[in-house]
Nanobody
Framework: VQLQASGGGSVQAGGSLRLSCAAS????????MGWYQQAPGKQRELIAT????????SYADSVKGRFTISRDNAKNTVYLQMNSLKPEDTAVYYC????????WGQGTQVTVSS
């Protein structure tokens, strides 16, 4: 499984960004996909997931109500819509998928200025 993330950038507090993650390879075997957030000096944290079967989503408390994960099966792409961004959302965001093991995309930087 290969994951290609895109969509990061710089935005002012209160703004929005949408991240995309295109999956390729053995995508039929993907059980779930999601996004991890790694802020400067902090550990990587799982913030949003979407289950392949049924589409159930879950979120970390820090982003609940502001971020939305969704997928487009026709494009094999998962999105993370980030609204009401805060400076503390500044981080590198990694796309993630799980099959028999974890797969990671390259990180995409999100910078939120106050």
């Amino acid at each position: 499984v290969q994951l290609q993330a895109s969509g990061g950038g710089s935005v002012q507090a209160g703004g929005s960004l949408r991240l995309s993650c295109a999956a390729s390879g053995n995508i039929a075997s993907i059980n779930a996909m999601g996004w991890y957030q790694q802020a400067p000096g902090k550990q990587r944290e799982l913030i949003a997931t979407i289950i392949n079967s049924g589409g159930k989503t879950s979120y970390a408390d820090s982003v609940k109500g502001r971020f939305t994960i969704s997928r487009d099966n026709a494009k094999n792409t998962v999105y993370l819509q980030m609204n009401s961004l805060k400076p503390e959302d500044t981080a590198v965001y990694y796309c993630w998928a799980i099959v028999l093991r974890n797969y990671w995309g390259q990180g995409t930087q999100v910078t939120v200025s106050s």
